[in-house]
């Protein structure tokens, strides 16, 4: 695809309940990042891929959340247990090296009830 | 602690002026700088990257870096109510991790 392909673009689940949140990179790029943005605050940094391996997984808040990234491509971020607190749109970015600019994709945004 | 600095604003302008976006960043070994638009409800949308000092023009679009002072700015000419929009600043280094700004409002005005 041309761009970064994140779904589903929303997500309604109820408190306790477990979500997949799914994020298909730009063809060929291995660097993937997740990043939460609650309503009317920044980018929050919550976990780094380069290939397969994840480098940096300290913006994760729990450890109910848990990420992984298979064949270079295809990541997957994972929510247990969800809180209301964990309400935020969900962005995922890739980047064909790391310092190189990084595309992000529409956006999950997930509503814990 | 790696930290991005941007007035959180908002920034109101004319249409036609220039708008000035400022950032300042506490990592010297960073190494590439990017400044992104987000409209609300959005995403946000790569307009410029820069990686050595001095200035970098794209259509109405003028990034200025300047390592030693830690500074980077965006100027946006003839600015349009198009433009309005919350202005991301991101500075990468070592880790290879973007760091974000929170962001600088600008509305222009017509």
């Known amino acids: 695809g041309a761009g970064v392909s994140q779904s589903p673009s929303n997500k309604v689940t109820e408190k306790g309940k477990d979500v997949e949140l799914r994020c298909d990179p730009i063809?060929?790029?291995?660097?993937l990042y997740w990043y939460r943005q609650s309503l009317g605050q920044g980018l929050e940094f919550l976990i780094y891929f380069q290939g397969n391996s994840a480098p940096d997984k300290s913006g994760l808040p729990s450890d109910r959340f848990s990420a992984e990234r298979t064949g270079g491509s295809v990541s997957t971020l994972t929510i247990q247990r969800t809180q209301q607190e964990d309400s935020a749109v969900y962005l995922c970015?890739?980047?064909?090296?790391?310092?190189?600019?990084?595309?992000f994709g529409q956006g999950t945004r997930l509503t814990v009830v | 602690q790696k930290e991005v600095e941007q007035n959180s604003g908002p920034l109101s302008v004319p249409e036609g002026a220039i708008a000035s976006l400022n950032c300042t960043y506490s990592d010297r070994g960073s190494q590439s700088f990017f400044w992104y638009r987000q409209y609300s409800g959005k995403s946000p949308e790569l307009i410029m990257s820069i990686y050595s000092n001095g200035d970098k023009e794209d259509g109405r679009f003028t990034a200025q870096l300047n390592k030693a002072s830690q500074y980077v700015s965006l100027l946006i000419r003839d600015s349009q109510p198009s433009d309005s929009a919350t202005y991301l600043c991101a500075v990468t280094g070592g880790s290879y991790i973007p760091t974000f700004g929170r962001g600088t409002s600008l509305i222009v005005h017509p």
């Open positions: 970015a890739s980047s064909s090296q790391g310092l190189n600019e990084a595309f």
């Open positions: 063809s060929g790029h291995t660097a």
